[in-house]
Each structure stands twice: as C-alpha cells, then as structure tokens.
C-alpha cells in the first residue's frame, strides 16, 4: 500500500507542476495582450504592427527557454521535476527585461551599452543571487540555478539582436512621430520612464513628499528601523523547518487506501523500523547476532543508545546442518513437554491450547516453506531472503529534531571491528533532506548577500551608494522575520528556494533607487516617483505573475512557495517606497 500511495503522490506532484506552469504562463500571456492592447488604444502603432511585436516577443521568451534546456541537455541528461517550477518565474522575470528595451525603442531610444546598464544590473543581481542554488547540496537546487544562469544571458542576448527587427523600431528609424510614446508611460503603458504621473496619483505623491520633509517621518522611520531589527532578532529566533514532508504533498487518488490505513491501530510499544541491506546472510547473520548481544549487555552505556531493538528473518532462518541440528531438539523437547501434561493443558485457555496444538505441528523452518506473504516482503528479485536487518529505534522520529539526532547518531552502525552498516528508512532520507535543506538554507541566504555586496561594491565603488542599494533588501527580510516572530512560516524544500529571488528583486529595487539618486542628488523623489517606482511595481508584478500558477495547484508545499513569494516580492516593493521616503526626509533635514 505505502508503494502505491508513493506512487500516486509523485503523479499529484506532476499534475501540480503541469498546472503551475499553465496558469502561470497564462497569466503572463494575458499581462503582456493587455499592454500590448493599450499601446493600441494610444494610436501608437497600428494592429498588424502590435501581432507582429507580440509574436516577436513571444518568440524571443520561447527561443530562449528552448535556447536554455538545450544547452542544459549538455550538461545533465534529465530535469529534476522541481526544477520545472521556474520556467513560468523565468519567463516573468525575462517579460520585464524585455518590456524595458521595448519600452526604450518606442522612445525612440537606442539599446546602447550605457543606456541599458540598469537593465543589465538588475539581470546581473538577481541571476547572482539564484545562482547561488548552483552550489547547494540538493539536486533540485543546483538544476534551478543552473537554467537561471543559462538563460537570462541568452534572454538579454536575444533582445539586444531581435528587438530592433520589430516595428516599433522600424517607424521610429523611419521618422513616424506617432511612435512617440503619451508622458503618462509607466509600467502600465510602457513599463519605463515616463515625464508626469496619472492625475488619481497626484494627491498621494504631494502627501508622500509633503510628509517626508517632516520630522516626524525622518525619526518616525528610525523608530520603525529599530523596531524591525528588534523584531527580526526574535523572529530569527523562531526560524524552523517542517520536517513533515507528507503535509507538504498533495493528496494521493487512493482514499480507500488511506482510509483503511488509518483504521489500522497503532502499536504503542513500537515504532517504525529503519533497515539495514547486509552484504550477504553470512554477514547479515553475524552483525543481527552481535547487535541482540549488544543490546542485551548490561553495561552498554551509550552504545546503540537510540535503538530498541533489533529484528530479522535471514538472521533467525536456519541455513546449514549445524544451526538445524539445534533448534530441532529444542522442538522436540517441547512437543515432549506437551505430551507429558496433556490433561494440564486441557484445562487452560482456549488460546492456549491451540498454541499447544500449533506447537505439536512445528518444525524446523526453510526458505522453501515460508508463506508468500512473508516472501514477498524480505526477498530479493534475484531470489532468495534477503540479508536484511530491521533496526527499531526507541523514540518517535516523526519530528525533525528526533529524525536528526536519530540520523546522527544510528544513520550508520558500525560492528566491533569497526566495518560500517548504513540504515534507511523514510524518516532517515526525510532526515537527510531536512539536514541539507537546512545546510542549503543558510547557503541561499548568506552567499548571495555577500556576492551582492563585492558586486555593487564593484559597480559604485562608495559603500553610501552600497548601503542605500542594499537598503530595500535589508529590509524586506526585517519585515519577514518580525512576521515570522507573530506568525511562524516554517521553511521547507519547496519554499526556501524563493529566499535568492527575493534577494534579488529586493537589490533590484535598491540598484534603480540608487540610479535616481546619482542623476537627481537629493531631489530625487519626484522623478523616483514619477518614473522608476512605477517601474519597480511592474517589475515585480510580472515576476509575481510567473508564481501566481502556484496559488491555485492542489500541492500545499508549492500554495506555500506561491504565497511566500508573492508576499515577499510585495513587502519589498513597499519597502523600497518606505525607505525613499525616509531617504527624502533624511537629506532634505533642517
């Protein structure tokens, strides 16, 4: 039954990742029909001209994956399953950058080196920061960070060559002055810079600006600031794996199963085995033997501290004469001893005297005699029983910290002469994940803040400009450990993954901010809010779009992984405004 529930649960998986990738490319498609579609409606470009960019576009975002898997075929020869998951979050992250250059030609802009360096450092810090996955331990990692740092070059290389084919481009080199794009050209129609805001934003930037050059958001914001770093220093605190890996599957297509599992009760004298796979029943029998002595010394001390106790068939399975010879008289005596006291027995329990009768029919087990049922469990393909070992241990391992310190200490048992014997089970390998998960975990975080750090240290040189690029990453992961601290969100294999994406939309973020800064010193808010937030907010919406398919699966571990990523990508556009905000009051103080 485990088997066929096993089974059934990988195809859910499946079911799951097909139908993130659809509704998430869906998505995507109807975002990128929408702009397209209000580009028309500004008299921009004529219908057959907006078919052909969109089919343009489309081909460039297909090219690219197709691009990106082929040379990934070279280097491995098939995909983890998980690993499939990016697709519609690289696709999102590509229809930004893409949007962009677009945005520029219909500008009439051209994609020069230098125009383009914002593009090309939000690519380089968010394909850094995924990048980091390529040397975690886990297998799916290292596969998303491979295709990540494959294909946003190749993405960045085909808009650069295709995207001057288009016809956008072709009227603007021809002189149409009706590709010039309306002052209102944000990310709602462009995506990029524009000249003025919506009339409906006016009232909420002159209260912004109008509040930032207080005092009471210059201090407020440093009250606030310490008050995260406060809370984030106790909601790390409260940082914690689900070592359940079940509650993070989908629900298998076999109730009937499940139901008469759960009818079976559960014996509370023992717990699920681990198994140990002998060499051979020579060796099998030899180390079953040694460990029942082990077990039962008296002055064992810490030695096989976290075992209860020992089984096998192989170990107890006569093989020779010399073993046969044995327990044939000890049979025998026992019928004996029944024959004897034959009116005893009769006045016993029922129970008893169906023992007793079972008894006078024993003998001597073989290989050849044992019942199907008991063959088709401890039996190899290649035939005979196999030397297998059942090592029960002595407490519950069904949380993360009991299957750990279960797996550190009886994941291998050594014999007196030092020759190692390996266990497994599903809370051994479920072990072994959250072992590397949590190894992984502080990999994705840590790696990619230092990167980030040599990399815009490169770029800018001045650790001021450094500080404020980091600013809206810093943050965004003081607001999730202070929610972590209200409202623990446990990390697990799925959702951790999204920590370098959120590292690196967050630098995303801080790179444009600072880009204002440099080209407008401190009055930078008004073009910050004009131009390169509404960007921001686009930026990250279609990068929420690529995740939004995992919303809507029947897989709870990729709902979590959906909704960490949605809501941090969120909380790090909010940031980003919070800490301008607070960057506009700081310089323009008395």
């Not at 078919?51 to 075929?73: H, N, Q, R």
Request: one cysteine or more; charged letters at 15%; a negative charge.
């Amino acid at each position: 039954g485990d088997y066929v529930d096993h089974y059934y649960r990988i195809q859910g998986i499946r079911e799951a990742v097909g139908d993130a990738l659809w509704i998430g490319l869906l998505a995507l498609f109807i975002f990128l029909w929408l702009y397209m579609r209000k580009v028309g409606k500004e008299g921009v470009l004529k219908a057959g001209d907006l078919a052909f960019d969109m089919a343009l576009m489309l081909g460039i975002l297909a090219a690219g994956i197709v691009l990106s898997l082929g040379i990934f075929s070279l280097l491995q020869k098939e995909i983890n399953l998980f690993a499939a998951i990016i697709f519609s979050v690289l696709v999102g992250m590509n229809l930004d950058y893409l949007l962009h250059m677009y945005a520029m030609i219909r500008r009439g802009e051209a994609l020069s080196w230098k125009k383009t360096a914002p593009i090309r450092y939000s690519a380089l810090t968010t394909t850094l920061a995924i990048a980091s996955l390529m040397f975690a331990d886990l297998d799916g990692f290292v596969q998303l960070g491979i295709i990540v740092t494959i294909n946003v070059p190749i993405h960045l290389a085909s808009c650069y060559l295709w995207l001057p084919f288009s016809a956008a481009a072709r009227k603007v080199g021809a002189g149409s002055s009706s590709v010039a794009v309306p002052k209102v050209d944000i990310l709602a129609s462009s995506g990029v810079e524009g000249e003025t805001q919506p009339e409906k934003n006016t009232q909420l930037y002159g209260w912004l600006k109008g509040g930032a050059e207080g005092s009471l958001v210059r201090w407020g914001g440093m009250t606030v600031g310490l008050m995260l770093v406060m809370g984030a220093y106790f909601g790390l605190e409260h940082v914690e794996f689900n070592s359940d890996f079940n509650s993070l599957e989908p629900v298998t297509r076999t109730p009937d199963f499940r139901e008469a599992a759960r009818k079976i009760p559960e014996p509370n004298f023992v717990q699920e085995p681990s198994f140990l796979l002998a060499p051979s029943k020579d060796s099998a029998k030899i180390f079953f033997s040694e460990l029942k002595t082990r077990l039962n010394d008296s002055n064992r001390g810490d030695d096989l501290g976290y075992v209860e106790q020992v089984e096998s068939l192989v170990g107890r399975m006569p093989s020779d004469a010399a073993e046969v010879a044995p327990k044939t008289k000890k049979i025998e005596q026992i019928q004996e001893l029944i024959r004897i006291n034959q009116e005893y027995m009769a006045a016993l329990d029922g129970d008893i005297q169906r023992y007793s009768e079972w008894a006078l029919l024993a003998e001597v087990p073989s290989e050849e005699a044992l019942p199907e049922y008991l063959l088709n469990r401890f039996s190899l393909r290649t035939g005979g029983l196999a030397p297998l070992i059942l090592v029960y241990p002595n407490q519950n391992l069904s949380t993360g910290t009991s299957s750990l310190e279960y797996l550190e200490n009886s994941g291998i048992l050594y014999a007196r002469d030092g020759t190692p014997y390996v266990l497994a089970s599903t809370q051994l390998i479920a072990a072994s994940v959250l072992k590397r998960l949590i190894a992984d975990t502080r990999w994705v975080t840590i790696a990619p803040f230092l990167a980030l750090f040599l990399v815009i240290f490169g770029i800018y040189r001045r650790l001021s400009w450094v500080a404020m690029a980091l600013a809206p990453l810093v943050g965004t992961f003081l607001v999730l450990l202070c929610w972590n601290l209200l409202f623990t969100v446990p990390l697990h294999v799925y959702n951790v993954v999204v920590l370098p994406i959120i590292i690196g939309v967050s630098v995303d973020n801080g790179i444009h901010l600072v880009h204002t800064y440099q080209v407008h010193g401190k009055d930078f808010f008004g073009p910050f809010w004009s131009k390169v937030y509404p960007v921001l907010v686009g930026c990250s919406f279609t990068t929420v779009l690529g995740f939004v398919g995992l919303l809507f699966v029947k897989h709870p571990g990729m709902v979590d992984m959906g909704a960490l990523a949605i809501g941090s990508i969120s909380i790090s556009v909010l940031v980003t405004l919070g800490f301008a905000t607070w960057l506009h009051s700081w310089t323009h103080r008395g």
